[in-house]
């Protein structure tokens, strides 16, 4: 095996996504940092959620708005519901695994807020519960996914913005993800802060 040769593939084949999703994504990422401006400016907050890398990039994310991005700047309301492992285990021991989010979105989620749900297949159950959730909270979605988007396109209502990669392989849907949420960051400092 060639292992240089294999390097240089995955490189390749990452930046070919990255280049042939820029047209299909930059308008929803835009329109999503749109909203979760609109939801900061009036004292809403952004809730995160995914299940493994995603639950990593919903972390990230959070960070990014909470501390900073690339300028300095007050923080910004954003938490993500992967990272208390007391609610996670005894939201899924004394239920199940597949409330694990929604659970936490009904009670910290409030009308106007907005919940980043990342799926990379679109079909994981807890994300999709708190999808649900969000609604009947009355927020509006964010939905970051790969593929055909798996079952989250059938669950957004109008006004909702779906943010899907085109391509099937995992690793190369999470390479644009976190792209996409690097530009959702830039996006909504540019917006509250102007363009440097």
Do not use: W, Y
């Amino acid at each position: 095996m060639d292992l240089i040769n294999r390097i240089s593939e995955n490189f390749s084949e990452s930046a070919h996504l990255k280049l042939q999703s820029m047209d299909a994504l930059a308008a929803p990422i835009a329109a999503a940092a749109e909203r979760m401006v609109q939801c900061l400016r009036e004292d809403g907050k952004i809730l995160a959620c995914g299940n493994g890398g995603s639950a990593a990039d919903s972390q990230h994310f959070a960070a990014e708005l909470l501390n900073r991005f690339e300028r300095e700047r007050p923080g910004l309301a954003a938490v993500a519901l992967t990272t208390d492992t007391s609610t996670l285990t005894s939201i899924a021991n004394d239920f199940d695994f597949e409330q694990v989010f929604s659970k936490q979105v009904r009670a910290l989620g409030r009308n106007n807020d907005v919940l980043l749900a990342i799926s990379t297949s679109g079909n994981s159950k807890n994300v999709l519960c708190a999808l649900a959730a969000a609604h009947e909270n009355g927020m509006s979605v964010v939905a970051l996914t790969g593929g055909s988007g798996g079952k989250v396109p059938e669950l957004l209502r109008p006004g909702d913005i779906h943010i899907c990669v085109p391509a099937q392989n995992t690793a190369r849907i999470q390479e644009v993800h976190l792209l996409t949420l690097h530009c959702l960051c830039d996006a909504i400092d540019c917006l509250l802060l102007g363009v440097e």
